[in-house]
């Protein structure tokens, strides 16, 4: 069974910058590829970002791309999301997820999904 711990999210004001980790552990962490969704206040979970299982494959959302940044380190079992230029459209509940499926693309599908973390909240303020 694997387990996400997510950590770093708080009150920021736009234009701010916060970094997201996520600690994993029970499994083994290079194995999986990683992704970064949020929910936003009354609306949809959304995808945000992906990486492969190495590090050297990454997918972002059109609306973060150039400002986020996601990466890991497979000796510490964390996988980071570095926000920068913060909006307040970015307030939400920022969740970390976990992908075991054999395919070397990280994806944007929550589907595809198999473990995740019960989430940190982001509030970026105007």
């Known amino acids: 069974q694997v387990q996400l711990v997510e950590s770093g999210g708080g009150l920021v004001q736009a234009g701010g910058s916060l970094r997201l980790s996520c600690a994993a552990s029970?499994?083994?962490?290079?194995?999986?590829?990683m992704g970064w969704f949020r929910q936003p206040p009354g609306k949809e979970r959304e995808f945000v970002a992906a990486?492969?299982?190495?590090?050297?494959?990454?997918y972002y959302a059109d609306s973060v791309k150039g400002r986020f940044t996601i990466s890991r380190d497979n000796a510490k079992n964390t996988v980071y999301l570095q926000m920068n230029s913060l909006e307040p459209e970015d307030t939400a509940i920022y969740y970390c997820?976990?992908?075991?499926?054999?395919?070397?693309?990280?994806?944007?599908?929550?589907?595809?999904?198999?473990?995740w973390g019960q989430g940190t909240r982001v509030t970026v303020s105007s």
């Open positions: 990486i492969s299982r190495s590090g050297a494959s990454t």
């Open positions: 997820a976990a992908d075991f499926s054999g395919s070397y693309r990280p994806t944007n599908q929550a589907h595809e999904y198999d473990y």
């Open positions: 029970g499994g083994t962490f290079s194995n999986y590829k």
